[in-house]
């Protein structure tokens, strides 16, 4: 077997590793115990002898979180509402048998994503609801919050917003470069959940928030837009977010109109727990990869600086320390890897098929000069418009493409990466994964 196949199906093992490190059932079990009358949450302990428990699960990773929550709950459970990825999605660990037990006392809402739908408003009727009867029984609400839940829940801030100009105003947002902290400031100002204004529906109830984290390390009041979570005082402005971006032209006036009136919701004062618990994150996975990585006798670093950048930037920074971490271990045999996570800021150039991975995968592919494999893919197994998690490369698939007459630049200039390692048979698809902790790159080499 050549070197280049060995660290190919590698790079994929060390994924799936990390991958198997994050699923959110087993955090969620991890997390919840119930003792008689007593359920413990973390460092969290409540007598619910005679308390009802409701629970609101939101996000790509609200099924199988709801599944484990009913697992270590049963009839302590009162009720719950499930705002998650469409049932013919759900593939894997998640099967029809398993979704059984949740009808009893759970309503299932299939959320849009990337952008809202009627079910994303219909869920948080729904949700409206069982806050309001969790309010008069003075209740422990548990959320479920994980990455995906921005569109997947949705409610607009103003009569005048209509579902058509939420859609708008999300295309707008996720494809003109901005961070997520930007992202979610606009979107807060438009929202009736977002910016802890869910959770402020149920002033009387303990509420405990339990996150799998799609965000930077520290700023989970940014996944699913912080239903549950008030921002931070230095958050964005979203008035500053649309004009950085040159947005105004490009968003329904009822949105503008929502900005410029925004008032975050005021934080609720009192005696009542608020309390939130990451579960995972994608500090989690990397570790997972990197100690995957070593059991494999590579060299591992992770390279948590590597995170964020606009892609371009962070693609060449990630050739530069992989060729470091190879001449800082020249005196070894041993192989080297190196992991990074989070996303890169990839704006969308073209109509093409494609995602911030597979734009990654194709960039590092022409521009490696040694014998090197990187593999970059989303956790939640969806990169971009793409039905793909992202793409393996190494240092043919610039010469593989050559031979068969298609040319990268064209595609990277049309944002159609994933057409792109579609005819090299080199993007990879797991289908959604019910997790979501941002994105993983592993890059490995031989030594010098």
């Known amino acids: 077997m050549s070197n280049l196949m060995s660290l190919r199906l590698a790079a994929r093992e060390i994924f799936n590793e990390a991958l198997r490190a994050v699923f959110p059932e087993d955090a969620v079990r991890r997390a919840v115990q119930l003792n008689g ?25 609200a099924l199988p979180m709801a599944l484990a929550l009913e697992d270590q709950l049963g009839q302590r459970l009162a009720a719950g509402i499930i705002a ?8 894997g660990r998640v099967i029809a048998t398993m979704l059984l037990k949740l009808y009893e006392r759970w309503r299932w809402y299939e959320g849009g994503h990337p952008l809202p739908t009627k079910a994303s408003l219909a869920a948080a009727e729904a949700t409206f609801a069982l806050l309001e009867r969790a309010n008069e029984e003075a209740a422990l609400v548990i959320f479920l919050v994980s990455g995906g839940g921005s569109a997947m829940i949705e409610w607009p801030v103003a009569e005048a917003i209509t579902l058509a100009d939420l859609s708008v105003a999300n295309q707008v947002l996720v494809n003109c470069g901005a961070t997520i902290s930007e992202i979610n400031a606009v979107r807060r100002a438009c929202s009736a959940i977002k910016g802890g204004k869910l959770a402020a529906r149920a002033p009387a109830c303990d509420q405990v928030t339990l996150i799998v984290s799609d965000v930077p390390l520290g700023e989970e009041a940014a996944v699913a837009s912080g239903p549950t979570l008030f921002p931070p005082r ?26 410029e009136t925004a ?21 989690t996975a990397l570790e997972a990869a990197a ?18 950048q606009p892609i371009a930037d962070g693609c060449g920074e990630l050739l530069n320390r992989l060729t470091s971490l190879r001449a800082d271990h ?35 592919a022409s521009a ?27 240092r043919t698939t610039m010469d593989r493409a050559r031979s068969i007459g298609i040319d ?34 592993i890059l490995l080499a031989e030594p010098q």
């Open 37 to 61: 009358p007593l359920l413990e949450i973390g460092n969290l302990r409540f007598d619910v002898g005679d308390r009802p428990v409701y629970s609101v699960a939101i996000g790509k990773a």
């Open 84 to 91: 998650g990825p469409v049932a013919s999605q759900l593939q």
């Open 234 to 259: 230095d958050a964005p402005v979203a008035r500053e977010v649309i004009a950085r971006y040159g947005l105004r032209p490009r968003l329904p006036e009822t949105i503008i109109r929502a900005i």
């Open 263 to 283: 008032n975050e919701a005021p934080e609720s004062k009192g005696s009542k727990v608020r309390e939130h618990l990451v579960l995972l994150n994608n500090h």
């Open 291 to 308: 100690a995957g990585a070593r059991r494999r006798g590579f060299v591992a670093e992770i390279a948590m600086e590597i995170a964020d």
């Open 330 to 364: 020249d005196d070894t045999p041993r192989a080297v890897c190196l992991i990074s996570g989070g996303e890169f800021a990839c704006p969308v150039r073209g109509d093409g098929i494609g995602g911030r991975n597979l734009e990654t995968a194709l960039r590092l």
């Open 368 to 394: 490696a000069q040694f014998d090197m494999v990187a593999l970059c893919a989303g956790t939640d197994g969806i990169d971009g418009a793409s039905p793909a998690a992202g793409a393996l490369i190494d």
């Open 408 to 441: 990268a630049t064209d595609f990277l200039q049309r944002s159609d990466s994933y057409s792109f390692f579609v005819a090299l048979g080199d993007a990879i698809t797991t289908g959604p994964t019910g997790t979501n902790v941002r994105d993983v790159r």
